[in-house]
């Protein structure tokens, strides 16, 4: 009697051409009498993943206010460059330490694949502070239609080779090319930017301590901690959930005891769930998203984005802008990262850092 009427209500009265069509709960019903269906309905995680596409945003005159911002700039500029400095100057004499005692230095490599500006733009700048710093640096670069097995085949070079501590594969890769796949093959202990399943995965565990935490979310961890934020117990909003930055930044804010909201291109009212943070992250990739009202005032902004804009004028043909509407931003916020200058010198500087703590591991260099 039970399951007629679980079966009656389960059916809805939705017809497309004339056809009634079950519902979840009727197919579910269903399912209990087939013995060749799978035990759990539920389908796989991989299968509910859909790509995070950001509808366009607003132009600045047809944006509704919702705070009356200052016609002045309220915030003070997080100098992420100045701070980079004085880590790198503590590295560069680390590792001519380690010159002068053991006649080794770090190594770090790269695959880079593609043309992609932002990338090319962290890719140019990481060789260079490699240089400053002493560290010895290597690079592999394949065009966009390279097949997987040549990006493979750079990778188990580098896993393979002792003077080389650091293995840095740039993202995000073509679409073409099976990155989890790919990222599994690098070695763990050469793992610098911290996207191997078992570096994420002791971040996300409390108790246990990756060898590597990722370099752009450590930054910004970095930045906050330098410029006197207290994380412990505030409401922390990350926009953009990415496994490069978003994932293991909302991770890391969580283990600092942060309260944490993840904004992604599926979220309702995003504005409403970011005014109310203390802290806000944003890594979504869109020039300009992140308006003055979706603010809280005071709050702390962090600008991870690094969209290319086109611009003539400037040497590479192109300037950089961030997620943040930093015209509006600086007269409702109390702290703000600019672009560039911001997260990206810090994101190298924390590359470095785990580059150098992976070759005093493998030296055994104290």
């Known amino acids: 009697m039970m399951l007629r009427v679980a079966v009656s209500l389960a059916w809805q009265k939705k017809r497309v ?23 759990l309905i539920s389908p796989s995680l991989v299968s509910l993943d ?19 911002c200052s016609n002045e700039q309220n915030a003070a500029i997080i100098d992420g460059k100045s701070m980079a400095e004085e880590i790198m100057s503590r590295i560069a004499f680390e590792v001519k330490r380690m010159k002068e005692s053991i006649g080794k230095v770090p190594g770090l490599a790269v695959i880079m694949v593609g043309q992609r500006r932002d990338s090319q733009t962290y890719v140019r700048n990481k060789i260079k502070a490699c240089e400053e710093a002493g560290i010895k640096s290597m690079m592999t670069e394949l065009p966009d239609d390279c097949k997987e097995d040549e990006v493979l085949n750079a990778l188990s070079r580098f896993n393979e080779d002792p003077s080389v501590h650091g293995i840095l594969v740039q993202l995000p890769l073509p679409q073409h090319l099976d990155e989890a796949k790919i990222l599994d093959v690098l070695s763990l202990e050469k793992d ?4 191997h399943p078992l570096n994420l995965g002791n971040l996300a565990l409390r108790g246990r301590e990756p060898l590597f935490i990722p370099c ?13 934020v207290e994380i412990m117990g505030k409401r922390a909003v990350v926009i953009g959930r990415s496994n490069i930055v978003g994932l293991p930044t909302s991770l890391l804010l969580q283990r600092h005891h942060a309260t944490v909201s993840i904004i992604h291109a599926f979220t309702k009212n995003p504005e409403l769930i970011t005014c109310e943070a203390d802290i806000v992250i944003t890594a979504a990739g869109v020039p300009n ?5 979706w603010l809280k005032p005071g ?30 931003a600086v007269r409702v916020a109390s702290l703000i990262t600019p672009v560039p200058g911001g ?9 470095l850092s785990n580059t ?11």
């Open 289 to 293: 998203l992140v308006r003055g009202n």
């Open 17 to 39: 051409g004339g056809m009634r069509m079950p519902s979840t709960a009727a197919r579910a019903v269903h399912a209990l009498k087939d013995e060749n269906c799978p035990i």
């Open 356 to 366: 150098l703590d992976s070759a005093k591991r493998a030296y055994d260099f104290t």
């Open 343 to 351: 997260v990206g010198p810090m994101t190298i500087a924390m590359l």
């Open 192 to 195: 610098v930017d911290g996207f």
């Open 50 to 68: 859909l790509p995070d596409i950001w509808a366009s945003n607003p132009t600045p005159h047809d944006f509704p206010s919702a705070h009356k």
């Open 299 to 328: 709050a702390v902004v962090i600008d991870v984005g690094t969209n290319p804009i086109e611009d003539p004028s400037c040497e590479h043909g192109y300037r950089l802008r961030g997620d943040v509407f930093y015209e509006e």
């Open 216 to 228: 752009t979310p450590k930054g910004c961890i970095e930045l906050l901690i330098r410029s006197g």
